[in-house]
């Protein structure tokens, strides 16, 4: 512990310093005072006294330097010094300091948000044991719930079992109902008691096996278990995640106690997954978890347990050490045909048959957990990932030619300093500290723009929902790689010019640095420029396609009115009535009625389904056509007012009305597509047509056409979509549609308070607009081509200021030598155009790689485009001119000042 | 880094106010300078200040304590004295300048 004690005392010294050189002073002082007494007493004459005294004492400087450095912290006063003078050096040119730290930290700050979003939807491994064994049948593509002799995506709960029991591949399966049940459930109070206010509780069904399979302990209690899941509708127990836990149950430590209703049905909490665990799905954090053998009770209540062809679950396994995946695909898709040909109720007609025998499932390894995010965001991410980089690498241009510039513009101060007896050591690392301060203050501000650019970014991607439940901390990794790379530029071209400018020609410099001008400089800073130039293209031209395509996207026609539509969605789940209870169609009436009557509203209406939001797909049959089962007809149940409020043409016949009752004819609304393909020529109204199945209660006579409207995504062509209506199909809803005038804060309020006026007990949620809806259905186009936008914006300021940079530094140096022409007789005209020339050159030769590249880049994003092509002519001469004019702008500064030199002075000034 | 001119060199030094403060006790600066040279009878040219960037390795290398004390001529001094690692490096300090000198007086003695 020698060492340590040592240090000790050194530290103690840092922090004493100012008393210990004054102790140090007057004991120096004393010396020579009491030497100089002595040399009075042996008879020195007393002028004579204190030089001897000095004599035999020494320098005093020097001794006092020593002694400082005999502390050890000589070293870190120098860094003080260097640090301090750095500082001072970037404060007086601020321009370029801005510009250096702004590039660093917007390139640092893009690439770590942007990575650190595509690691949490894409890339990181779920929480639970093992996640490299488990795998998926099929691939995650598809939620929803259907029914069909086969499907690759989804999977029925009897044929789960089934497999669970005949596999040789897997260790075990489990499943997981594939979308989550939106429920306004109840906290039960500790004594039982039900609360006024519902809560909004995202319910996942899953196997009893599905904890145990993932390998999920409970933090508190315990998990599900295969003993919930044995019988239905006899366990009414819940796993609540750590949130809601934490939130809704205010870290209740009895939670063991505490009970949920959820619809009619109360529930006990048997335990509280541990914090990190979010399920199975990125992108969605379940409140609780469910045992699938209580389907029924959980609201809407899905009747998916024993029926053996009613599909609605994710299957997964945890395959068995040294099964290979080939062996699991081909034993599971074994398995898939006897499984469905043995269901006693399997419908084996040729037809069905045959699709069987066509079905193939593939496994996907869900080591990274199911995601739809990914199936959205995974292009956009990876091309703005490629973005970012290209952004950094100009930002890192960027910084290489200013420092370039500005150790030119200081070569002279370098050479004064070495002349003055600065080691070339010394100034290599004054240059070296110079550079990292910008680094590391370049590098604090890029870690503080990630992190709210990060959120900005979530909510960008949560398209103006509710946050997304991402854990989107910022990725330490990147973070240490563009810190890194930013770092090793700034020193690289920082102390490059530090070792050339020692080197050199002390003479040349002292005379203002105005000797032969050295080419290989300013070579290494014209190929940079040239490429920034190269690069701002290539994202300019990317910003121009996928702008154009975001405007393409919005401006398509998709079928109704999407102005001035205000959508919200009740819970009808929450009032405790049977699907096909008549109070329920009442009430909805009634709320119709009410807000039809609020001024500014000029139509109401229920609907099962609006746009992108999921649909219920059933066969339409007609007597006389062939059946064609794998046409799946969207099925949508509305009010009479829902073409009025979507403003849907009619085409003929009428849409619904108050004549069409529970007990009266059932009649249906076809779109033009069903019309002209699904029936025989001639005019459908008035024929008859079976929804799903030839049961009496599935038929509908058409009593009308309408024009074709987009019901998923606007991309999509022109769908078959069956309107029925909800007086004679009832149906729980959740969308309510009004078309208004004025003000919507005003209209939202009244519509509000007028469904509440029906019904107190009534959950609002989600209260938007259609417009919003429908964008958002593209929020994946809109976030790419802002994002672009803006990079490439930011690509070509910097690239204008590289051109700035260079060509103010190319004008100072060749002051001179304008003089000189001018002196002869050179025009200003002619001046500036000298100037103006080499950056044209320089630009032409960016444009010139620029161009290809770029060609070459959008070719990869042409699935990303929406009515062009990548190689889009518009958006390449828009980029190019852009690029031209900007770069115009940054060289006419410099040029202009050129044409102002006054020869006289410029001649002088040597 | 400034190049040292001293006639002895640093660690022949030490040994000397090493020695110096284990024979007197408590010395401040001047009095260790004085001592010296009185005990060589002035063979030895000290410049006598750089005793006191010495002192200063010494203190933080630990084999010297310092505190302020007044001199017979009641002035502040600062007065230093040997810690018990102090006491150690003058033997080690001894012992190697007697293993050098044994050795030069080897060479010397069979020329």
Not at chain 1, 9 to 24: A, C, N, P, V
Not at chain 1, 219 to 240: C, F
Not at chain 1, 797 to 814: C, E, H, K, N, Q
Not at chain 2, 11 to 20: A, E, M, R
Request: charged letters at 20%; aromatic letters at 8%.
């Amino acid at each position: 512990m020698k060492g340590f004690g040592e240090l000790v005392r050194r530290i103690g010294m840092l922090f004493h310093r100012e008393q210990l050189s004054k102790d140090l002073e007057e004991e120096m002082r004393l010396h020579l005072e009491l030497r100089r007494q002595q040399q009075i007493e042996a008879g020195v004459a007393p002028n004579d006294a204190g030089a001897a005294a000095h004599r035999r004492f020494g320098n005093p400087t020097l001794l006092r330097e020593r002694s400082y450095i005999a502390w050890g912290w000589s070293w870190l006063e120098g860094l003080l010094q260097d640090v301090l003078y750095g500082l001072r050096a970037m404060l007086r040119s601020p321009g370029i300091t801005i510009v250096a730290l702004l590039s660093l930290a917007l390139g640092i700050g893009a690439n770590t948000a942007i990575f650190s979003l595509m690691d949490a939807v894409m890339l990181r491994s779920l929480p639970v044991k093992d996640p490299g064994q488990l795998v998926l049948l099929g691939t995650g593509d598809e939620d929803g719930i259907g029914t069909s002799i086969v499907d690759t995506e989804l999977y029925s709960y009897p044929f789960y079992r089934q497999l669970q029991q005949k596999n040789a591949v897997f260790s075990d399966v489990a499943a997981v109902f594939s979308m989550t049940d939106d429920v306004h459930g109840f906290v039960l109070g500790a004594e039982g008691q039900a609360p006024a206010d519902s809560d909004l509780m995202h319910v996942k069904l899953v196997s009893g096996t599905y904890f145990p399979l993932l390998g999920v302990q409970a933090q508190v209690g315990r998990t599900l278990t295969d003993a919930d899941d044995t019988s239905e509708d006899d366990h009414p127990v819940v796993v609540v995640s750590h949130a809601f836990w934490k939130h809704t149950l205010a870290s209740d430590p009895n939670v063991l106690d505490r009970k949920l209703k959820l619809g009619t049905t109360i529930f006990n909490i048997v335990g509280v997954a541990p914090r990190e665990f979010f399920g199975t799905k990125v992108g969605e954090a379940p409140d609780m978890w469910v045992p699938m053998s209580m389907t029924k009770s959980v609201p809407p209540g899905w009747d998916a347990y024993k029926n053996n062809f009613t599909q609605s679950l994710n299957l997964m396994g945890r395959l068995k050490p040294g099964v290979t995946m080939e062996r699991a695909t081909s034993n599971v898709n074994l398995l898939l045909q006897q499984i469905t040909r043995g269901f006693s109720d399997a419908d084996l007609s040729k037809k069905n048959l045959d699709k069987l025998a066509r079905t193939h499932v593939p496994l996907t390894p869900m080591a990274n957990g199911l995601s739809s995010l990914r199936r959205e965001f995974s292009e956009p991410l990876r091309i703005l990932m490629a973005i970012v980089a290209l952004v950094l690498l100009i930002a890192c241009a960027n910084i290489a030619n200013l420092l370039l510039a500005r150790s030119t513009t200081r070569a002279r101060e370098l050479a004064v300093r070495q002349a003055l007896g600065a080691p070339r050591s010394r100034i290599i690392r004054q240059l070296l500290t110079e550079s990292l301060i910008l680094a590391l203050v370049g590098g604090a501000l890029g870690i503080g723009f990630a992190a709210i650019a990060n959120r900005l970014l979530l909510r960008m991607v949560s398209g103006g929902l509710e946050d997304l439940p991402l854990d989107i901390g910022l990725d330490l990794r990147l973070l240490g790689f563009t810190l890194a790379l930013t770092v090793a530029t700034a020193i690289l071209f920082g102390t490059i010019p530090a070792f050339r400018a020692t080197r050199l020609h002390l003479t040349d410099s002292l005379k203002d640095g105005r000797g032969p001008s050295t080419g290989t400089k300013s070579l290494l800073a014209r190929s940079l420029v040239a490429s920034q130039v190269a690069l701002s293209l290539v994202l300019m031209v990317g910003a121009g396609l996928f702008l154009r395509s975001l405007v393409n996207l919005s401006s398509l026609d998709p079928g109704f009115n999407r102005e001035n539509v205000l959508r919200l969605q009740i819970d009808s789940t929450a009032l405790g009535f049977k699907d096909d209870d008549p109070r329920l169609r009442d009430i909805f009436q009634q709320i119709e009625s009410r807000v039809n009557a609020i001024p500014g509203v000029q139509a109401a209406s229920f609907s099962a389904f609006t746009f992108n939001e999921g649909s219920w797909n059933d066969a339409v049959l007609v007597a006389g056509m062939p059946a064609n089962q794998d046409i799946g007809v969207h099925q949508n149940v509305v009010g009479n007012g829902y073409f009025k409020v979507l403003q849907i043409p009619l085409l003929a016949g009428r849409t619904f009305g108050p004549q069409d009752t529970a007990t009266s004819q059932r009649v249906a609304v076809i779109s033009e597509r069903i019309a002209k393909t699904l029936f025989p020529p001639g005019n459908p109204i008035g024929r008859h047509f079976h929804v799903a199945n030839n049961k009496p209660e599935n038929d509908y006579e058409v009593v009308g056409i309408v024009k074709d409207a987009k019901f998923s995504s606007l991309q999509e062509k022109p769908k078959y979509i069956n309107y029925l209506s909800y007086a004679q199909r009832p149906w729980r809803f959740g969308d309510f549609e009004v078309r208004y005038t004025g003000d919507f804060g005003a209209i939202a309020a009244a519509v509000q308070s007028s469904i509440h006026q029906v019904d107190r007990n009534l959950p609002i949620s989600n209260v938007t607009t259609l417009d919003e809806q429908v964008a958002r259905s593209y929020t994946d186009q809109r976030i790419v081509a802002q994002l672009s936008t803006f990079f490439g914006l930011l690509a070509v300021f910097l690239s204008a200021i590289g051109i700035y940079g260079l060509m103010s530094y190319v004008v100072s140096r060749r002051t001179n030598e304008i003089g000189i022409r001018m002196a002869l007789g050179a025009e200003r005209m002619h001046v500036r155009w000298l100037v103006m020339r080499e950056i044209l050159i320089l630009v032409a030769i960016g444009i010139d790689v620029g161009v290809p590249a770029a060609l070459l880049a959008n070719h990869l994003v042409a699935s990303m485009l929406f009515g062009l092509r990548g190689n889009d002519p518009l958006s390449l001469f828009a980029a190019v001119a852009v690029m031209l004019l900007i770069a115009a702008f940054a060289g006419y500064l410099p040029a202009q000042r050129a044409s102002r030199v006054d020869p006289m002075v410029a001649l002088r000034y040597e | 880094m400034p190049v040292t001119r001293d006639d002895i060199p640093p660690g022949t030094l030490y040994l000397l106010i090493l020695k110096t403060l284990a024979r007197h006790g408590e010395l401040h600066g001047f009095e260790i300078a004085n001592s010296i040279q009185q005990t060589t009878e002035d063979v030895l040219q000290v410049e006598e200040g750089s005793l006191y960037p010495a002192l200063q390795r010494m203190l933080i290398k630990g084999w010297v304590t310092a505190k302020w004390g007044t001199t017979a001529g009641n002035r502040r001094a600062r007065y230093y004295q040997l810690t018990a690692a102090g006491r150690k490096q003058l033997v080690v300090e001894v012992n190697q300048f007697e293993r050098v000198m044994g050795a030069i007086e080897r060479v010397i003695q069979t020329a």
